[in-house]
């Protein structure tokens, strides 16, 4: 889901990384701050001091977000529940939580406990703009406390919208599932909200864009899709985890695949693998050993003219190259693996022997089947 990040630092056990999209955000949002907002509100000031008050304003911004999902993260570990790092990125934060709550009381708690901290900061901010304004503190000061509380207010409207997976939408979801019992039910609902909710605001988005109000209508645009995919994204992954739980990589893979002995050449492994059996990939072995494989971004990095001279052997990715798997790998791990590598297909191997072959497309197809039969039952 994320690009490039580097971390931060770590507070309790828990590590804050910055994803490189929440860099353009703050430049974005300090430039907006100091052009647009501060000096509406608060005119005749210096140009440098509407830019402190914006960089004053996205650093204080920045850390009320880091508050709000360390009130996630922290309320999940005093719940046993592991968590394993805290990302900042272009729509706020979020707090990787690595286990599905046991009980919808948990799920409630994690969940609400974001939006808590967010309440808390805004009475907080208020009332400083409030004891500044009284005591006569400069208004540079009090004009940034009081964006703080007002972004702040907006933070936690938006975040308890019923939307899963926004916070709103994980309480929706904890409150369903306490109610019926069913935790699949409950996210099937709650992401079904959340992606219809995700529609509205590409529509609306859409119809603000042709009414001329652009910022906003762009903004709800962007918001809505990300909404859409995130909700969608939400119930795959909780139905592929709950499949795949307990689940060994030899259930979902290709037993004995189709594998090419080094020694033949490029043209034959073309003619004779390739047009044949039409895989983007095969494995590699001398006699029943894995020694590496071959796709066709090996063969093309050879003139086809050279195809006949240049030996599989040559081109391949060894064997060092690349992690494998073995039957018993846990199937959920295996897909991490893929997640990690961006490889979709993984070799599965016994003491260096090739045995199998998983890909992503196998494991979804079987899960997707399963979800199709279960969802038709109900
Ligand atoms: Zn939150």
Known sequence: MFGRKFNILSVAGIQIGIDLSWLFIAALLSWTLAVGYFPFYYPDLASNVYWLMGIAGMLGLFVCILLHELGHALVAKYNNLPISQITLFIFGGIAEIKKESQTPKVEFWVAIAGPIVSVLLVLVMHALTLLGEKSGWPVQVVGV???????????????????????????????????????????????????????????????????????????????????????????????????????????????????????????????????????????????????????????????????????????????????????????LEALNLMNETGSTTLLVTVRNQLVGMLTAQDLFKLISLKIELEEKSR
């Open 145 to 331: 406390t009081a964006y703080l509380a007002l972004i702040n207010l907006i933070i936690v409207i938006f975040n308890m919208i019923p939307a899963f997976p926004l916070d709103g939408g994980r309480v929706f979801r904890a409150l369903l599932w306490w109610w019926k019992n069913d935790l699949a039910w409950a996210t099937k609902i709650a992401s079904y909200v959340g992606a219809g909710f995700g529609l509205f605001l590409i529509f609306y988005g859409v119809f603000t864009l042709l009414g001329g109000n652009f910022i906003s209508g762009l903004w709800m645009f962007i918001l809505g899709l990300f909404l859409h995919k995130a909700a969608t994204a939400s119930r795959t992954q909780f139905y592929v985890g709950r499949e795949l739980k307990g689940e060994k990589v030899e259930k979902f893979m290709v037993k004995d695949p189709i594998a090419v002995p080094q020694e033949i050449n490029l043209k034959e492994f073309i003619d004779q693998y390739v047009y044949q059996s039409h895989h983007h990939l095969y494995p590699v072995v001398d006699l029943d050993n894995l020694v590496g494989y071959i796709s066709l971004s090996e063969v093309k990095s050879v003139p086809a003219e050279d195809w006949p001279k240049v030996y599989v052997k040559k081109v391949m990715v060894p064997r060092s190259a690349f992690q494998t798997v073995t039957p018993d790998t846990n199937a």
